[in-house]
């Protein structure tokens, strides 16, 4: 089978799975150059209101395709810098659903999700000191706030893997299931996200990650932007009498 991204789309989740299982799901060249264009499809699909990132079978995945490195680590980089920053980018939710081995670029691609669900037994690695690669500064600074100064010098310096319960313990990832409960909880927890107003998650998204990059004033207006957003759609009027009736909300952002 041919490697390469496929996405399915189901009661509000787009999931896209990693798929080149012969190298454990190492990203090609094209599945780099695949990724934005894709994620920009899914986006503006209004049926879609999370994104689910996983890997084909039993492993997430174990990086970038060493042959690419091989006939231009540069050109290679720059690919998978602009696919991280095109899921960082996407504006709804996102999450990783990670079995096995989550190495490399597979861990730059898990860290630009907002969160990370992982089964026991997977292992993390950001390995680029095994390859004498410059680490780029988007995907070393996103790795900083993630896990800290520390935990991402440990990872960055020593290319070592490290096991789910370490990689809990540094917030590298956000819940630890058992072997085989990973599906599931990843259904029950997009049926949630599909449940609450997606206002206030992209909000909280754009929020949460640009408020470290502008100055306070310019964070403080995109702040009354959401709220005037709020009040003119009617949504926090509906939440609050959906929870006095005991109903389910009919939120309704974005409308048209």
């Known amino acids: 089978m041919e490697p390469g991204l496929k996405t399915h789309v189901s009661d509000g989740t787009a999931t896209v799975t990693i798929s080149n299982t012969g190298k454990r799901n190492a990203m090609t060249v ?3 150059r695949d990724l934005p264009p894709l994620l920009e499809r ?4 209004r049926a879609v209101r999370s994104l689910v990132l996983t890997g084909e079978g039993g492993t997430f995945c174990a ?3 060493i042959g690419a490195l091989r006939e231009g680590a540069a050109e290679s980089q720059g690919l998978a810098v602009a696919a991280e920053e095109a899921l960082a980018a996407f504006p709804g939710p996102t999450l990783a659903a990670i079995r096995g081995y989550c190495v490399g670029g597979g861990a730059q691609l898990a860290a630009a999700c907002d969160l990370r ?6 292992l993390f690695g950001v390995t680029p000191a095994k390859l004498a690669v410059a680490y780029p500064a988007s995907a070393t600074r996103r790795l900083v706030r993630l896990v800290g100064l520390s935990a991402a010098k440990y990872l960055l310096f020593s290319g070592e893997l490290i096991d789910c319960a370490r990689a809990l313990r540094t917030g590298l990832v956000d819940e630890v299931l058992a072997e085989g409960a990973l599906g599931k909880r990843v259904a029950e927890f997009s049926a949630v996200l599909a449940s609450r107003s997606l206002l206030t998650q992209t909000a909280a998204k754009e929020l949460a990650n640009g408020t470290w990059d502008v100055p306070p004033a310019e ?14 759609s009617g949504d926090t009027a509906e939440g609050a009498a959906a929870f006095l009736e005991r109903r389910a909300p009919r939120f309704t952002w974005p409308t048209g």
């Open 42 to 45: 899914l986006a503006g699909d």
């Open 219 to 232: 964070a403080e207006e995109r702040g009354a932007y959401w709220a005037a957003q709020a009040r003119a």
């Open 63 to 65: 990086g970038a395709d």
């Open 117 to 122: 669900f992982a089964e026991e037994g997977a």
């Open 30 to 32: 094209q599945m780099w």
